[in-house]
């Protein structure tokens, strides 16, 4: 496949989500939220969590492993600490329920806490801490996955590629945003290199015979992707499967089904949130605290760098400017993608088609 690329409206990709989720019984206001964290992925470059992925839920979908739209309410703990049972729907649409919850919680209490169980895969972390940053809050989002990679020191997979991201509010610099997975190269890159017929750098990944490779086909049929830092990769992984999977009594430790190879079992992935108001411990309040933040990023962005580098970023710095660049210049695609995407609308019955950007 060709590694060229088409821009495609972001508005045009958000219609084809909603309508080809609504054409599979996914509630209106559900398939927007979904279709909003897709396209925010994209947006982001993260494109491994985009609107790419809508066919493999759909697959989900079609089979009945995933419900498109149970009744949810939460099970308040404490004042400040609640339990979402997603009951098998979509990890997105339980993962905004949840933050916005522990929004609520934070306006009130100065803090709110939630765990997620029985859901489903919930794309890019930073979909949810964002929400929290844009209402003025600091957030951490943690989840679980399926097997992907050995513990340190082990041969076999058992820990999830578990993503976490934070998020807390700046000033003038932007918003500190991290959104990382404790591996090297997420599975979604090496299912985006499949895709597009691209190889992948020698380090991501393991072949089922536990030899390094650059073909992402062998590293998904029974491969290995590899923690970041050896054991520093493995106990972030671990962490992720104690506060999303074990404390919120999802599956963990290996019990996570995998979305496209267990298509006749549920997912069962846990979810854990922390809001919180992050300028309770300064005199001066917000202004005070965006003044610091600012102050930090501006000491980050200045430092000396290092041969070889013309520029120091601050973590969601990217991210963020890909956005505002995408916004303007569309989404790009492979014509592959822009096919397979056509083909699903087509076979859901709705004519909603993705269109090119005047660039294109």
């Not at 609107?51 to 979908?61: D, M, S």
């Not at 890159?189 to 992948?200: Q, T, V």
């Not at 923690?227 to 499967?241: H, R, Y």
Request: hydrophobic content about 40%.
């Amino acid at each position: 496949m060709s590694s060229s690329t088409i821009n495609i409206t972001p508005e045009s990709a958000r219609t084809l989500a909603v309508e080809v989720l609504k054409a599979h019984s996914v509630p209106a206001d559900r398939a927007a939220i979904i279709a909003d964290a897709l396209i925010l992925a994209d947006l982001r470059g993260v494109d491994t969590h985009g609107v790419n992925r809508l066919p493999g839920y759909i697959a989900r979908l079609e089979v009945g492993v995933v419900d498109p739209s149970p009744a949810l309410s939460f099970a308040d703990k404490t004042p400040v600490m609640t339990l979402l049972d997603a009951r098998n729907t979509f990890g997105f649409v339980a993962g905004s329920l949840a933050i916005d919850r522990c929004i609520e919680m934070a306006s009130v209490y100065g803090i709110g806490m939630a765990a997620v169980k029985r859901s489903n895969h919930y794309g890019m972390g930073a979909a949810y801490v964002l929400r929290a940053v844009k209402a003025g809050y600091a957030a951490f989002a943690f989840t679980n996955a399926s097997r992907a990679m050995p513990p340190w020191g082990g041969a076999e997979a058992l820990l999830g590629t578990s993503p976490f991201a934070v998020g807390v509010p700046g000033g003038r610099e932007g918003d500190f945003i991290l959104d990382m997975s404790p591996c090297v190269a997420a599975r979604g890159k090496i299912r985006k290199a499949a895709r597009r017929g691209e190889k992948i750098l020698e380090g991501y990944a393991l072949d089922k015979n536990g030899k390094a490779t650059t073909d992402p086909n062998a590293a998904l049929d029974g491969g290995v992707v590899l923690p970041i830092g050896g054991p520093k990769g493995s106990g972030l992984a671990m962490m992720m499967d104690v506060f999303a999977g074990v404390m919120s009594g999802s599956a963990f430790g290996g019990d996570v089904n995998d979305q496209y190879k267990s298509m006749d079992k549920q997912q069962n992935v846990g979810h854990w949130f922390l809001v919180f108001k992050p300028d309770v411990f300064l005199d001066g309040g917000m202004d005070e605290l965006k003044s610091r933040m600012d102050t930090l990023a501006n000491r980050v962005r200045e430092s000396r760098k290092a041969d070889g580098f013309e520029r120091i970023y601050v973590s969601g710095e990217m991210e963020a400017e890909m956005e505002k660049k995408r916004a303007v210049e569309g989404i790009p695609f492979s014509q592959g993608e822009i096919d397979t995407l056509h083909d699903l609308a087509q076979r859901s019955g709705t004519g909603a088609r993705l269109e090119k950007t005047e660039k294109s």
